[in-house]
């Protein structure tokens, strides 16, 4: 999104669930974790957020960077998620322990 907002839906009822404007700048990657129960989000802004895929709820702000984060993907078994900024860095963070490793 390059308004920073990410909009929830409810795939049954078609209805939006909730609508999250925590970026500051645009949207580089939304992904959800294998088990579906949550996803995150990363931005042009350097951050890295993580909300409930159930009700849009933040779960956690991670700062990861000072350039603009464009890709995000979860591991398959969904312990860790790798970020990647538009300088080449990859950086990886611990979703079961919610910290940058």
Not at 39 to 57: E, H, P, R, Y
Request: with cysteine; aromatic share 8%; charged share 20%.
């Amino acid at each position: 999104s390059q308004d920073g907002i990410i909009s929830l839906w409810d795939l049954n009822t078609g209805h939006r669930v909730s609508v999250m404007k925590e970026h500051k700048r645009r949207i580089g990657g939304c992904a959800a974790d294998p088990s579906g129960k949550l996803f995150a989000s990363v931005g042009w802004d350097g951050m890295m957020f993580l909300w409930s895929s159930s009700d849009g709820s933040k779960l956690g702000a991670v700062p990861v960077a000072d350039c603009p984060i464009n890709c995000l993907a979860f591991h398959p078994e969904g312990q860790h998620a790798v970020m990647g900024c538009w300088n080449g860095t990859l950086f990886m963070y611990d979703t079961l322990n919610r910290r940058k490793t």
